[in-house]
C-alpha cells in the first residue's frame, strides 16, 4: 500500500546536528498527516513534529526551536532538520502518515547523539 523509508540517522556530538529523510512510495494519493515520532531506550514512543492539511507544523515542546520539518512534494520525501543535537535526543526516529485513516510507519533510523 504505501511504504516509508527513513535515513541520515548517525552518530553525532552533542550539539551537531543531522538531517533525516522520509521517502514514501507506493498509493499516495491522500494522506492527511504526515509526521516524525521516536523512541527513545526505556521509554515510550513520543510525537516530535507532524502538519496536516489544515495546520502549520507541530513539534514537540523538547525540540522546539532546534528542529524543523520539510517536504518536497516532488520527490514524495519529508525531511527533519535536528540542529543542537542533545543527547536526550538519542533514540530511533520513525516517519509517520496517515491516509484514508489508515497509519504507515517506516522501519525507523537510529539517531545517537554522545561525546
Known amino acids: 500500500q504505501v511504504q516509508l523509508v527513513e535515513s541520515g540517522g548517525g552518530l553525532v556530538q552533542p550539539g551537531g546536528s543531522l538531517r533525516l529523510s522520509c521517502v514514501a512510495s507506493?498509493?499516495?494519493?491522500?494522506?492527511?498527516?504526515v509526521g516524525w515520532y521516536r523512541q527513545a531506550p526505556g521509554k515510550q514512543r513520543e510525537m516530535v513534529a507532524f502538519?496536516?492539511?489544515?495546520?502549520?507544523?507541530n513539534y514537540a515542546d523538547a525540540v522546539k526551536g532546534r528542529f524543523a520539518m520539510s517536504r518536497d512534494n516532488a520527490k514524495n520525501t519529508v525531511y527533519l532538520q535536528m540542529n543542537s543535537l542533545i543527547p536526550e535526543d538519542t533514540a530511533v526516529y520513525y516517519c509517520?502518515?496517515?491516509?484514508?485513516?489508515?497509519?504507515?510507519w517506516g522501519q525507523g533510523t537510529q539517531v545517537t547523539v554522545s561525546s
Open positions: 509517520n502518515l496517515v491516509q484514508l485513516g489508515t497509519t504507515y
Open positions: 507506493g498509493n499516495i494519493f491522500s494522506f492527511s498527516r
Open positions: 502538519a496536516t492539511s489544515r495546520s502549520t507544523s
